[in-house]
């Protein structure tokens, strides 16, 4: 083996693990907004207001009322009546990225 086939394996192994970390970051994450769409979903069924919310979990007015408004679009596309949060999660990213 030549010494460039050599770094070449090397730094194909470092993109490899940057990318898994990467993805590991992302997941959690999702993860952590995925519980947050859960609990603001419920806590809005109570008839909660958006500073009830965010004081209840310690999180931002501004996000609570990014997930609401993911909620809230989805419950008006939504034609089975079942609540989907990975569907909503696609809402809230789509709020986002606006």
């Known amino acids: 083996m030549c010494i ?3 770094h070449e394996a090397e730094t194909m192994e470092l993109f ?9 970051e992302e997941g959690r994450e999702e993860g ?4 947050l769409i859960k609990m603001v979903y ?3 069924l109570k008839g909660r207001t958006n500073e009830e919310i965010a004081e209840e979990v310690e999180e931002s ?3 609570i009322g990014q997930i609401k408004g993911a909620v809230l679009e989805y419950r008006r596309n939504c034609t089975d009546g079942e609540f989907d ?3 909503v999660l696609e809402y809230y990213k789509f709020i ?3």
Request: aromatic share 4%; hydrophobic share 20%; charged share 55%.
């Open 32 to 35: 952590e907004i995925l519980r």
């Open 61 to 63: 007015i501004e996000l």
């Open 16 to 24: 490899r693990e940057e990318g898994r970390k990467e993805g590991h």
């Open 42 to 44: 419920k806590k809005m």
């Open 85 to 87: 949060d990975k569907k």
């Open 4 to 6: 460039t086939e050599y």
């Open 96 to 98: 986002i990225c606006q």
